[in-house]
């Protein structure tokens, strides 16, 4: 007897899964986390109270229109309510951007290595990704975007302060980016990790959308407010754009605890910015120790920070697992090292020196004896 199976989109072959941060839980043992850019604090003041109010609830559906949160996103922004779309996660909402904007013979343009979304959810929507390496420094190469749309590029994502690498595009460059690319082609200006920033030029992106109706600002609650177990997510973009995200995002998709809890964060802002300010200084503390082992390390504009490895990049992985420590790796180019707690950045640091020491062991032994 031939069993028949039902017949799938035969481009889901050609796609990778999304692969998310190891958890502590796979890799067994006591070990440290850092290999997912979560907020390592707890809830900010009043959120938990918030959510857990909100959960009496749970028999209902919440909101669709999110219309506390996109109240207080508006105030807060000084944009008008139509301009927000709210979504689960950026990552829900770069999903629904993508449906709106693109399909089948369109490209998806975007730095490489940039978000891992990016590539996975452009062939989901049966678009063409189109990755653009890197400059020299880990940072967007701007020009070689521009240069690259084409009149099937329907969208541009640049992702500011870059993950993985923390790298920043700067007010003046993207200003003069933004000014190359073609009106009807949407410019995405993924800002998840804006709030650890402290470059004097980092261009505010909602100060940029508001005379540029071909620009989207994406920003989430996953990172700064530490509310990733929620999936809440937002953009900012002219009406056209914004009800089009409205219409291709999934009902119901942001629960109400996720609504409330949110808002609640929105302000708790003081604390939110003071947990930030210490994760910053723990940043610079870890860029500043790896320099010294002489690690050649981008300085880092968000959350994490970014070694290229290359071939190594596995190895170092598993000794960062032996010393209990999780790391996000990119097999043949780098890893991706969360800032977290003192005591786990302490733990990754001692990991690094370690390799970096055996690195230089090997370089310095001699080579076999050359024959008489």
Known sequence: MVEHMPVLRPELDRIPAYRPGRSAAAAGGPVWKLSSNENPFPPLPGVLERAVAAASSLNRYPDLACTGLVAELAERLGVPREHIATGTGSVGVTQQLLQATAGPGD???????????????????????????????????????????????????????????????????????????????LVV??????????????????????????VCVLRTFSKAYGLAGLRVGYAVAHPPVAEALRRTAVPFGVTQLAQEAAVASLRAGDAMRERVASLVAERERVHAALLDQGWPVPPSHANFVWLRTDGR????????????????????????????????????????????????????????????
């Open 189 to 214: 200006l993924d800002e998840a990790y804006l709030e650890f920033v402290r470059a004097d030029e980092f261009p505010d992106g909602v100060r940029l959308y508001r005379d540029r109706p071909n």
């Open 313 to 372: 990049t596995e190895e170092f992985a598993r000794r960062c697992e032996d010393e209990g420590v999780l790391v996000r790796a990119f097999a043949g180019e780098g890893v991706r090292v969360t800032v977290a707690e003192p005591a786990a950045n302490d733990r990754f640091l001692h990991a690094a020196e370690v390799f970096r020491k055996g690195e230089a062991a090997v370089s310095r032994s001699p080579g076999p004896p050359s024959a008489a």
């Open 107 to 185: 490209e998806v343009l975007f730095a490489w290595r940039s978000f891992e979304a990016y590539p996975v959810l452009t062939r989901i929507a049966g678009a063409r990704p189109v990755h653009i390496p890197l400059a020299a420094g880990e940072a967007h190469d701007l020009d070689a975007m521009a240069a690259a749309v084409t009149d099937r590029t329907r969208l541009v994502f640049v992702c500011n302060p870059n993950n993985p690498t923390g790298t920043l595009v700067r007010g003046p460059e993207l200003e003069r980016f933004l000014d190359r690319v073609p009106r009807d082609v």
